[in-house]
Every structure is written in structure tokens, then in C-alpha cells.
């Protein structure tokens, strides 16, 4: 059985507002609204926790690795 066709059998036993539901979600998911909002939060994340770190020294370099990729 393909992913679709366990799609729609386990669609079949929602309830209607159930199946709205779900169908709002293909949507959102054949728009890609959903990846732009992922990176939109990833830059937002990463923006605050590094909030403030800009004006601090850089207090490592190459030298300090341990372990080095070839």
C-alpha cells in the first residue's frame, strides 16, 4: 500500500472537521509557507542566542582545536 492510499484510508475515518483540518495542513504544506516560517524562526533562534556575543573577543583560534579533519 502507498503513502497516499494510507493517507486516504486513515482520512476516511476522521470526522469532517477532522478532514478540514488535515486539509488545511496539505495546503500549508503545498504553499511552503511552512519552510519560509522554519527559517524565518531558525534566524530568529539563533539572532537571540547570540544577542550581545558580537562585541565579545575572540578568544580561540585554529590552534586551539584538538582535532583536526582531513
Given at each position: 500500500?502507498?503513502?497516499a492510499e494510507k493517507i486516504l484510508?486513515?482520512?476516511r475515518e476522521l470526522k469532517e472537521?477532522?478532514?478540514i483540518e488535515v486539509l488545511?495542513?496539505?495546503e500549508v504544506l503545498k504553499s511552503?509557507?511552512?519552510e519560509k516560517k522554519?527559517?524565518?524562526f531558525k534566524n530568529f533562534s539563533l539572532k537571540n542566542a547570540?544577542?550581545?556575543m558580537e562585541n565579545e573577543p575572540d578568544i580561540y583560534n585554529l590552534s586551539d582545536l584538538?582535532?583536526?579533519f582531513k
Open positions: 500500500m502507498s503513502t484510508d486513515g482520512l472537521e477532522d478532514q488545511g495542513f496539505v511552503g509557507k511552512h522554519e527559517e524565518e547570540m544577542r550581545g584538538k582535532d583536526r
